[in-house]
């Protein structure tokens, strides 16, 4: 009764059951940690260390994508540069069009989120990006669209090279996913349904998750092998099993 009011409820609040391994979780830590030292590094060559600080918030939310889910659909080239890049864009017009306010700033991020919705490129801690260039400091605003060069691209380029460096460096993390031969759409008579079915399943249910139709397959690959192995493990143990209770009839009846 509690284990299953207890499985309801983490269900509910959305807990994750996250089975990664404790060295998995250092190296997404360490990493990030590294990658994040850099991009300071670069921000405060260009602004003062307040707004330094405020640009670096957040890349580093983008951090947690690139260094702990380096798989996910959130966390690929495309979604990382376009979705700052243009949300940085869409801030640095509306503040030169409307000045410095919440509201302002609350608009932008709204019309940054249908962008890139639009452009393909969702990406959350765009949302911040956007945020920034509206209600930053005067370093901010005194660069205009010259942010977008310096340091925002510079900052996202150094993140991004840091993401493909040390995230290949682990065999099981390839950073695209593309890299990742194992979630190839591999043509197999077996599977009930192919990659175009999730592909209509999402459509169908009009939804984003931050999981790539080709991750989705690879899961469903892996299970599948997986299920196949179990049923032949049993289908083997069956002829030990009737030959045990064969043997003990036997014995019963003498």
């Known amino acids: 009764m509690l284990t299953s009011l207890y499985r309801n409820t983490a269900q509910f609040i959305g807990i994750e059951t996250n089975k990664t391994s404790h060295f998995e979780r250092l190296i997404s830590g360490v990493t990030a940690f590294v990658a994040l030292l850099s991009v300071f590094y670069f921000s405060r060559t260009f602004l003062s260390i307040p ?35 243009i949300s940085a864009f869409i801030g640095i017009s509306f503040f030169q069009a409307f000045g410095s306010s919440f509201i302002t700033g609350a608009i932008a991020v709204g019309v940054s989120i249908i962008t890139m919705h639009y452009l393909r490129c969702l990406h959350p801690p765009g949302g911040s990006t956007a945020l920034s260039c509206v209600v930053g400091g005067n370093s901010i605003h005194a660069m205009g669209y010259e942010f977008l060069l310096y340091p925002l691209a510079i900052n ?25 031969r194992a979630i190839a759409n591999k043509i197999d008579e077996t599977h009930i349904f192919e990659i175009e079915d999730l592909y209509g399943a999402l459509e169908k249910e009009d939804m984003f998750i931050d999981v790539s139709a080709e991750e989705l397959m690879n899961i469903y690959n892996t299970a599948s092998n997986n299920a196949k192995t179990r049923q032949q493990q049993l289908i083997a143990k069956r002829p030990k099993l009737a030959r045990r209770l064969s043997i003990k009839r036997k014995r019963g009846k003498l």
């Open 51 to 85: 707004d330094s600080l405020l640009v670096l918030s957040s890349i580093g939310a983008s951090a947690v994508l690139l260094f702990a889910v380096p798989h996910g659909a959130l966390s690929q080239p495309w979604p990382f540069l376009m979705g700052h890049l």
């Open 156 to 180: 996202l380029l150094a993140l991004l090279i840091l993401a493909f460096v040390i995230n290949n460096a682990f065999y099981w993390r390839r950073y695209p996913s593309f890299l990742n």
